[in-house]
């Protein structure tokens, strides 16, 4: 699948719900309006998507939400995937996840074929934690990350920054991943979800975040590339890698090679803009995949050359039609 700007889109991130046992303020309202069950795909549909895509050129496939660990049948889904990474048609199968549920299933993940997940993590102090997430425990999901890593499954960390929030406690998430052995990356938080329309001021860059840190920390230049927008350096005090994406004050549009698909079937080629593909009617109503598989290709050559959030105008503009809920799109 090669865009018109010559990016070949080989990752797909798949939103397999838009529930999730967690309610982060800067993603979801604490009563969100949910969809109805059956304008979800089922995990037949979504096996079935994700085939058309894999055949198409994906090779990259990441499991995310809402909270994937709380969709009924996900696992039916991993291991239909793991079997397309057991024949050769898929490199590489990964999730996204907020590691309350990670300790019941890593096994079967790893079993699976899945060799790494990224677990998202804002702090490790457990009132702060609670604040984010409205309720969360943060030793459930430290037992999760404990029982994932036990299971032999590479363990990436990600951190939203938020500015007045965690901004202040990341120095010690950064020792512990260190000390764990898990890479880390800090996310620049982004007009979406919780944060649409929220004032430019608020939003903190990486990298500013990095340069402060390289007050405290050494930070030395590091070739780890994962082929995301992700920039890294080694902290030589940990050992540890640690990335750095900047979402607004730095665009990486220019080698993205993803795609999304939220849990209802409608694909998106970027998450700044509007253009969108509405798969569910023809999953439905026709039992071939190649109108599926031309449905996609339509909609490729729509994927813009990069994403309009613009920093620095108050508030932060995004399209309208985006400022619907990150877990519905997927983070
Ligand atoms: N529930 C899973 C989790 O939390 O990892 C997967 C879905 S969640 C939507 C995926 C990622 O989106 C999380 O790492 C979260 O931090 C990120 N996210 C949510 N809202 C965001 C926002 N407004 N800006 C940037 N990232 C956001
Ligand atoms: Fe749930 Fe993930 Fe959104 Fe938090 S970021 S509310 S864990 S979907």
Redesign the pocket.
């Known amino acids: 699948m090669i865009d018109p700007f010559g990016r070949d889109i080989t990752y797909l991130r798949l939103s397999v719900t838009d529930r999730?046992n967690l309610r982060?303020f800067?993603?979801m309202a604490e009563e969100p309006e949910l969809l109805a069950h059956s304008e979800v795909l089922g995990i037949e549909e979504l096996i079935r998507v994700s085939r058309c895509f894999i055949r198409l050129g994906v090779t990259k496939l990441r499991i995310?939400?809402?909270?994937?660990l709380v969709r009924n049948g996900i696992m039916d889904l991993v291991s239909a995937m793991g079997e397309d990474i057991a024949r050769g048609r898929l490199r590489e199968l990964t999730m996204?996840?907020?590691g309350l549920r990670l300790a019941k299933v890593a096994d079967r993940l790893r079993a699976a074929g899945m060799r790494r997940v990224?677990?998202?993590l804002?702090t490790l102090d457990p009132d702060l934690f609670r604040r984010i997430t409205r309720w969360g425990e943060v030793e459930q999901v430290l037992d999760g990350i404990a029982a994932a890593k036990e299971a032999g499954l590479k363990v990436k960390i990600?951190t939203?920054l938020l500015k007045g929030i965690n901004d202040r406690k990341i120095d010690a998430l950064v020792a512990w991943a260190g000390a764990q052995g898990h890479d880390m990356t800090l996310?620049e938080?982004?007009?979406?979800?919780?944060?649409a329309g929220m004032p430019a001021d608020q939003f903190l860059s990486v990298e500013d975040m990095r340069r402060e840190m390289s007050t405290r920390w050494t930070l030395l230049p590091s070739d780890h590339v994962t082929g995301g927008p992700a920039r890294y350096v080694t902290v030589a005090e940990t050992g540890g890698t640690l990335g750095f994406i900047t979402?607004l004050s730095q665009c990486f549009c220019q080698s993205c090679n993803r795609v999304r698909m939220t849990c209802t079937g409608t694909v998106t080629w970027c998450l700044g803009q509007e253009s969108s593909v509405e798969l569910r009617e023809l999953v439905r109503t026709d039992q071939h995949d190649e109108p599926i598989e031309q449905a996609i290709l339509a909609g490729l050559a729509e994927k813009p050359r990069g994403h309009h959030f613009v920093v620095g105008a108050d508030p932060v503009s995004i399209p309208a039609s985006q400022c619907s809920r990150?877990?519905r799109m997927?983070?």
């Open positions: 999730c982060c800067y993603c995310t939400g809402g909270e994937p996204t996840t907020n990224n677990v998202s804002d990600n939203l996310i938080a982004m007009p979406l979800g919780g944060l979402a990150m877990n997927g983070g």
